[in-house]
């Protein structure tokens, strides 16, 4: 055990998860690569999830963050703040939802608390409903709406958590079913659920489950949930703290996956945004995000160093066309991970949209979901040099995919052949 892992074992909370027998310390990057303590070079196939949406170390982000460091001012929401407004009014024209307001808030747990606080208000309902093998957050209106059990850690919450099925059916009876039996029957599913309950506020759900494994809902399931949400007036929060900003390649938001009744009524995004600085935040039509009665402020939230960062990232992003690398580069990933899968009994599927890829491992010849595979894949392509996630429901079983969104051609194939010879190693 390294010395700084003793440390870390000794004063922080045994609760707070690590990868790896033998933890990783990264003390920096660049491009899609990062470095460990003893000097280990890795192609990073997961940090653009975590934080690092573009790059690490993107140099216009870094740029745009020392500036604005070298003249910081004391601030809070107390005052006008240029660079706020600014992103503000970005992220309100790219969400997709009429008459949007922003807030920002400084993590995805804070900002789909936030999304939570203006729902019930606004709805004055406290039954809320979430997706089994979902994951929101930690805060504990977050825990409190998260279906993976794994991840939340308390039963006491004061909201009404109501669990609609719909976000996995890689296993169970569902599993057979074809895309359009699958939406009736998780339709089904929520109309029995809404019979049994109180006026809920909101649904809330990730257009594709991270945590809970980069799922593949078929498209239009949540277009047709958002049908009978419509009706009763139920709104839906799409959490995209995973899924926004292109890394889907065909849609800009994980959303449009299911547009047809329109958008949703909230979003909220955190994470990648700021390319390693936190911001997090809430989009929401004007009458509910105006909803509240009494003042509210947040000190970070919306600070310049943040919105800089975020600003200069979007920029970049949008400049270089980002959501299409995610589509063709996250495209032929997902093809070559095909072609291995039909050579690897243990794979069971590959699925994705994007840069956003999940590896499903099972025991072979079973549907018997195999966390001690994706262990040891996780291992064994980490000796060899790729950083990989991990993910899934009771069980993590899937490896996760999502390296920052400038992933090359290249980088891709070197990644792939890593990752063919973990899988081909634990048959
Ligand atoms: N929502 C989703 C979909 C997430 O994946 C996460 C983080 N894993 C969160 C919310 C919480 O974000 P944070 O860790 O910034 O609080």
């Avoid at 440390?7 to 460990?36: M, N, Q, S």
């Avoid at 573009?54 to 070298?70: C, I, N, R």
């Avoid at 039954?127 to 709406?145: D, E, P, Q």
């Avoid at 994007?354 to 392509?381: F, K, N, Y």
Wanted: with cysteine; net charge negative; charged share 20%.
């Amino acid at each position: 055990m390294s010395d700084l892992y003793a440390r870390h074992r000794k004063v922080l909370p045994d609760w707070l998860a690590l990868y790896y027998a033998d933890p990783l310390e990264i003390t920096h990057g660049e491009g899609r690569h990062v470095w460990d303590a003893e000097g280990n070079r890795y192609l990073d196939f997961f940090g653009g999830i975590l934080t690092t949406m573009t790059a690490h170390a993107l140099p216009e982000v870094t740029k745009a963050v020392s500036e604005q460091a070298g003249r910081i001012i004391h601030t809070s929401t107390l005052y006008l703040n240029r660079p706020m407004v600014e992103l503000a009014e970005r992220i309100a024209q790219l969400s997709g939802i009429p008459d949007a307001r922003v807030f920002f808030t400084t993590s995805g747990t804070e900002a789909n608390d936030t999304a939570l606080l203006l729902a019930t208000t606004y709805r004055r309902s406290n039954t809320v409903l979430a997706m089994r093998n979902s994951y929101h957050g930690r805060s504990f209106s977050a825990v409190g709406i998260t279906g993976n059990r794994g991840w939340s850690p308390t039963s006491l919450s004061p909201l009404q958590t109501l669990y609609v099925h719909g976000g996995v059916r890689t296993r169970g009876p569902y599993a057979s079913l074809g895309d359009d039996e699958f939406i009736a029957a998780c339709v089904d599913d929520l109309e029995d659920l809404l019979g049994h309950t109180r006026p809920p506020a909101a649904l809330i759900a990730e257009p594709i489950q991270g945590v809970g494994g980069f799922t593949s809902p078929p498209d239009g399931l949540y277009a047709a949930f958002r049908q009978v949400l419509k009706e009763r007036g139920i709104l839906w929060i799409a959490d995209e703290v995973q899924t926004g900003w292109g890394r889907t390649g065909d849609h800009f938001w994980g959303w449009q996956a299911h547009a047809q009744n329109g958008p949703p009524d909230m979003l909220t995004f955190a994470k990648g945004i700021g390319n390693g600085m936190s911001i997090g935040g809430v989009v929401a039509r004007a009458e509910i995000m105006n909803c509240l009665d009494a003042n509210s402020i947040s000190t970070f939230g919306g600070t310049q160093i943040t919105m800089a960062a975020g600003l200069a990232n979007i920029a970049y992003l949008l400049e270089h066309d980002l959501q299409g690398n995610a589509r063709r580069v996250g495209g032929l990933l997902i093809e070559r991970l095909r072609a291995v899968a039909a050579q690897v009994p243990g794979v069971r599927e590959v699925r994705g949209r994007g840069l956003m890829i999940g590896v499903e491992l099972v025991r072979p010849g079973t549907h018997e979901a195999d966390p001690q595979a994706a262990s040891a894949v996780l291992e064994a392509a980490r000796a060899d040099g790729l950083l990989l996630g991990k993910g899934g429901g009771h069980n993590t079983s899937a490896l996760r995919i999502a390296p920052p969104l400038t992933l090359t051609v290249a980088e891709a194939e070197e990644g792939a052949a890593i990752l063919e010879r973990a899988l081909r190693g634990i048959q």
